[in-house]
């Protein structure tokens, strides 16, 4: 499948029901990025996460690995938490693994990495959050998922002047 899903529910939500182990590449040990609330999220619903960053040995108590080749199980979907310009060789390492959905995160679009591995039969999703979907579709998008304090529009009392 060369196409790339994103306003899809109905397989959105298929991709998410029916893949359960995700290697998240780029997820960070920092509480306050990103790809840890994802992570951790993802992890509090049942799914098996692999983190995949050479900066760590371990995330959220799951063994780090370097790079996707070097997961030793078998991984269904690829979770990218990096710029554009990195995908390609990520989308590379997941069709080379076997992996079946790759998806590139928030405000990441890599247009010929999604085709490549369209093209070898993986599923896509571009430019979309697996925790906001999976919470949007699945019903866990609620006040204390999404109250976390971390990100507001109004400036912290110790920044105030």
């Known amino acids: 499948m060369s196409e790339a899903y994103g306003d899809d529910l109905n397989t959105l939500r298929r991709i998410l029901k029916e893949n359960r182990v995700l290697a998240i590449v780029g997820l960070s040990a920092n509480w306050h990025r990103p790809s840890y609330f994802a992570a951790k999220y993802l992890l509090e619903h049942g799914y098996r996460v692999i983190p995949v960053n050479p900066q760590y040995t371990e995330v959220l108590g799951q063994k780090c690995y370097?790079?996707?080749?070097?997961?030793p199980e078998k991984v269904d979907l690829v979770d990218v938490f990096r710029k554009t310009t990195d995908v390609m060789p990520i989308a590379e390492d997941a069709i080379a693994i076997g992996a079946r959905v790759l998806w590139q995160q928030l405000?990441?679009?890599n247009e010929e990495a999604a085709a490549k591995a369209g093209a070898a039969g993986l599923?896509?999703?571009?430019?979309r959050c697996v925790k906001i979907e999976h919470g949007r579709l699945f019903g866990g998008l609620n006040w204390v998922g999404v109250?976390?304090?971390?990100?507001?529009?109004?400036?912290?009392?110790?920044?105030a002047y």
């Open 66 to 71: 370097a790079s996707l080749r070097e997961i």
């Open 107 to 109: 405000g990441v679009k």
């Open 123 to 127: 599923e896509n999703v571009m430019d």
């Open 147 to 159: 109250n976390t304090r971390v990100i507001s529009a109004k400036r912290p009392r110790w920044l």
